[in-house]
């Protein structure tokens, strides 16, 4: 029995906030039915996207309705409200929220109050103030961002295909990745692999005509792996003829121009930003601790530290990590978000109950990366992997981690489908302007890019 009535709160619904809210469902099933328990979720899109997949989508392997999972199927005893907290008043247990009805009433944000607060609302990308950025840059931490950029780099081989221009064609095909990490390397990897295939189908363009960059700050590449396997990496990377550029940083890429440090300049109509992230803004509009770099400071057990009522995990946390000693703290990564999300669930209960609470302590298993189809890299139990060992086990651990039963038998026919048959390379940039058709034919403005996506 709870000890008295409790509204939860949870702000997020990524890897965090989805599986806290499941877990908490399961845990409280009777507290649930007795309206002893109410679960709100607050998130600004109906689904959790599963980002490891992301690269995938980009490159056709899955469907992007296979990337997500909707949030009201997979938590049909919860609240979820589709809109975004603006700030919050943890002393007064209120919070400050946005929705698609408020921004149509026009009355401003509503107020909701709760008795305990899970604070899950994740990262954002990590820009720095670069000109051109803003203008032309592409991030990829969504699925509207891959499909998008999976469509643009379709269709800069249509214009390459078609231009008579040299200098168009050239910048054309030429695509810019800024960041050595997951995201930037397996982007890229499943890009060029699928640009490569797309690239038999047209007469004039190939796969040496396009020129695919790796830019990275640093001095190495996918640190999560290891030294041996990063170098292995860039080897491989740079046997597809795909330029590794090391402690090298992006200075512009204003007027579709990228300016590298080491003195390169490169006409190009595709920069991808993937050099890292920071906590959500959010965290800056509450009355709670954080550290220097804006995460929230919490206990090892997910309490917002100093703080009752109050929990956090993931990319916005930081949270201790007890296997590496004094002073360490989380990786902010899926691997922990998935583990911290159960201990959370759990210490939620047993505060409930009155219960002693556990410690998050998770010794990471290993990681791993896909560098396109049938290429990876994998460091597991100690063990490294590379080539299609690597592809094959970076398939077998996402496909056990993906949410639900639904998505893992979708997801699964569809690589099943894909070993069969030939890849489908379509781009459908009008999807971003779907109405424009409509408004030329009914006499509107026509659109500047009324097909594209550039």
């Known amino acids: 029995m709870v000890k008295e009535r409790a ?22 099933k ?24 992301l690269p995938e989508a980009a490159a056709g392997s899955i469907s992007p309705r296979h990337v997500v999972v909707p949030l009201r199927r997979v938590l049909p005893h919860c609240r979820v409200v589709v ?5 919050l008043d943890h002393g007064k247990r209120t919070a400050h929220l946005t929705t698609l009805a408020t921004e149509e009433e026009g009355t401003g944000p509503d107020q909701l109050e ?51 221009d040299p200098a168009l064609r050239d910048a054309a095909l030429t695509f810019v990745f800024v960041g050595g990490g997951y995201a930037g390397v397996e982007a890229l990897g499943e890009l060029e692999d699928m640009a490569r295939y797309a690239s038999r189908s047209y007469h004039n363009v190939q796969p040496d005509d396009m020129k695919w960059i790796l830019v990275e700050a640093s001095d190495h590449i996918l640190p999560e792996v290891g030294e041996e396997l990063g170098r292995y990496t860039i080897t491989e990377l740079r046997r597809r003829n795909i330029d590794v550029r090391l402690t090298t940083r992006l200075e512009s890429c204003a007027d579709r121009v990228a300016v590298l440090s080491d003195g390169a300049r490169f006409p190009t109509r595709t920069v991808v930003w993937t050099a890292g992230v920071r906590a959500h803004p959010l965290t800056a509009a509450t009355d709670l601790p954080r550290t220097d770099h804006g995460r929230l400071k919490c206990t090892a057990q997910l309490t917002i530290d100093g703080v009752t009522h109050a929990w956090a995990a ?9 296997t590496a000693g004094p002073g360490a703290h989380t990786a902010p990564n899926a691997q922990h978000a998935l583990r911290q999300a159960k201990v959370l669930g759990d210490n939620i209960v047993h505060a409930l109950h009155g219960e002693e609470l556990q410690t998050y302590a998770h010794a990471s298993v290993g990681s791993v990366a896909s560098l396109g189809l049938h290429k990876g890299v994998a460091h597991v139990y100690g063990r490294k992997l590379k080539g299609y060992p690597a592809w ?17 038998a979708r997801v ?14 379509v ?22 890019d009324p097909k594209g996506s550039s």
């Not at 509204?7 to 845990?27: D, E």
């Not at 009777?30 to 997949?53: N, S």
């Not at 699964?412 to 890849?423: P, Q, V």
């Not at 781009?427 to 026509?446: D, I, M, N, Q, V």
């Open 7 to 28: 509204r939860i709160l949870v702000v997020g619904g990524g890897y965090v906030g989805m599986y806290t809210a499941l877990r908490l469902q399961r845990k409280l």
């Open 114 to 164: 709760y008795d305990e607060l899970v604070l899950a609302p994740g990262s954002i990308a990590r820009t720095l103030p670069i000109p051109g950025l803003a203008d032309h840059g592409v991030g990829f931490k969504t699925v509207e961002e891959a499909i998008g950029l999976r469509n643009h780099v379709i269709e800069q081989m249509d214009i390459a295909s078609s231009t008579r």
């Open 427 to 448: 781009s459908l940039g009008s999807l971003e302007h779907p109405r424009a058709e409509f408004e030329l034919a009914a006499g509107g403005k026509p659109s500047d």
């Open 30 to 53: 009777r507290e649930l039915r007795r309206g002893d328990v109410e679960i709100t979720v607050v998130t600004p899109d109906p689904y959790m996207t599963y980002q490891p997949f």
């Open 412 to 425: 699964l026919a569809e690589w099943t489908l894909s070993g069969l048959f030939k890849r489908e390379i």
């Open 314 to 322: 993931g990319d916005a946390a930081s949270v201790p990590d007890v």
């Open 392 to 408: 094959f086990m970076h398939r077998v651990y996402h496909l056990s981690r993906v949410p639900t039963v639904n998505r893992k």
């Open 83 to 87: 809109g975004e907290v603006r700030s």
